[in-house]
C-alpha cells in the first residue's frame, strides 16, 4: 500500500503565492496513477482553500500519515519556508512572528519513527534543504533512518521559484514522473528525478538536494516501457553473451528481395534496441546500413546491463 500526503498552500495573510494549490493537484494527478491507468498513490489533498491548514491541522496529518500501515509513505508539501536559528519551518496559515509554523525537524523525527519501509518527504518551499540538518552539527550532515529519503526544492539558505502560475521545482519533478526520468523498463526512482531536474537546472538556478538512507530503490512511478517487455526479454536470444556481434546481412532488410519474415522482424527489434541505446551498429551508423552492407552490430554497455537483467530474470 502506498499513501501520499499532498498540501499546497497560497492564501498567506501578508505574502501570498500563486502556484502552490496548482503544483499540489498536478502532483496528486501523476502520483494517483501509473502511466497504464493502474493505482498508484492513495492520495491525501490538503490545499488552502477550502482548508485552513493550520500548524495542528498540518502535524495531525503528517502524524497520521507515518502512523499509517504503509509500504509507502510520501509527504509533499509546497508553500512558504522560513529559515532561523531554530531551523527551518514549513509555514502554515496561521503562521505568527517566533511561531511561523511546523518545524522541519519535527516532520523528519515522525519518519524516522515511523514503521514504514519507505519514507520519501518532497519539499518546494524557500529554504527546504534545511530539513535533515543536524542542529548543533554543521550544515553538510543529515540524519536519516534506513528507508527515509528527501528531496528538496533548494538548499538551505535559498528560495524557490514559481514561473506562470506553478513551481520550477514541482514542474520539473511532474516532467521527470511522466515519463521524463523512467528508464527502458519504465520505472521512475527518486534519484533519477533528481538527476533528471538537477541536469535541468542551470549552475545560477536554485540547487535541488537529495538526501536518501536506502539499500534498495522501489519505483515511485511505474511509466510504459520504452521497450515491450516481451521483446525486451529477447536480448540473451540475439546476443547469447555481452560480447556478442550479431551479423547483419541484407535479407534483414524490409526492401530486399526475397522476403525473409524472421529477419525483418529480428531487424525491428534490433532497431527497437537502437533507439533505447542498448545496441549499436559497428562500422556504420545506421542499422539500415549495417544490414545493407553486411555488417554486424553489438551491445552497448547498458545493453549488456539488461541482457543481464533477462538472463536474471528479473525482467
Known amino acids: 500500500m502506498k499513501r501520499a500526503l499532498i498540501v499546497g498552500i497560497n492564501d498567506y495573510s501578508n505574502s501570498p503565492l500563486y502556484g ?5 493537484n498536478k502532483i496528486e494527478k501523476v502520483l494517483a496513477r501509473n502511466q497504464d491507468g493502474s493505482p498508484n498513490f492513495e492520495c491525501k489533498k490538503l490545499i488552502a482553500q477550502p482548508h485552513n491548514i493550520t500548524r495542528s491541522v498540518l502535524k495531525q496529518h503528517v502524524t497520521e500519515l507515518f502512523s499509517s500501515e504503509a509500504d509507502t509513505a510520501l509527504f509533499y508539501f509546497s508553500g512558504h519556508g522560513f529559515l532561523n536559528n ?3 519551518f514549513l509555514v502554515t496559515q496561521d503562521h505568527d512572528k517566533y511561531d511561523e509554523g511546523v518545524q522541519m525537524e519535527n516532520i523528519l523525527s515522525l519518519a524516522n519513527e515511523s514503521k514504514v519501509r519507505e519514507v520519501i518527504i518532497i519539499l518546494d518551499c524557500c529554504h527546504s534543504g534545511a530539513l535533515g540538518e543536524v542542529g548543533m552539527i554543521k550544515t553538510d550532515h543529515a540524519v536519516l533512518r534506513e528507508g527515509v529519503t528527501v528531496l528538496t526544492a533548494s538548499r538551505a539558505a535559498q528560495v524557490s521559484m514559481e514561473i506562470n502560475g506553478t513551481g520550477v521545482f514541482t514542474s520539473l519533478i511532474c516532467d521527470a514522473l511522466e515519463g521524463g526520468a523512467a528508464d527502458v523498463i519504465g520505472n521512475v526512482t527518486i534519484p533519477s528525478i533528481y538527476a533528471y531536474v538537477d541536469q535541468a537546472l542551470g549552475a545560477w538556478d536554485q540547487r535541488p538536494l537529495i538526501k536518501s538512507h536506502v539499500s534498495r530503490l522501489y519505483p515511485l512511478r511505474k511509466c510504459n516501457p520504452v521497450i515491450p517487455l516481451s521483446i525486451l526479454r529477447l536480448l540473451p536470444n540475439y546476443f547469447p553473451f555481452p560480447e556478442f556481434e550479431f551479423q547483419l546481412d541484407p535479407s534483414f532488410e524490409p526492401t530486399e528481395e526475397p522476403k525473409n519474415e524472421e529477419n525483418e522482424e529480428i531487424l525491428s527489434h534490433l532497431q527497437k534496441f537502437r533507439a533505447a541505446r542498448l545496441v549499436t551498429p559497428i562500422g556504420e551508423e545506421h542499422m539500415y546500413f549495417a544490414a545493407i552492407n553486411s555488417k554486424s552490430c553489438k ?12 538472463v536474471d530474470g528479473k525482467i
Open 20 to 24: 502552490c494549490v496548482n503544483d499540489a
Open 86 to 88: 531554530l531551523g527551518g
Open 299 to 310: 551491445l552497448t554497455p547498458l545493453g549488456q546491463f539488461y541482457r543481464k537483467l533477462s
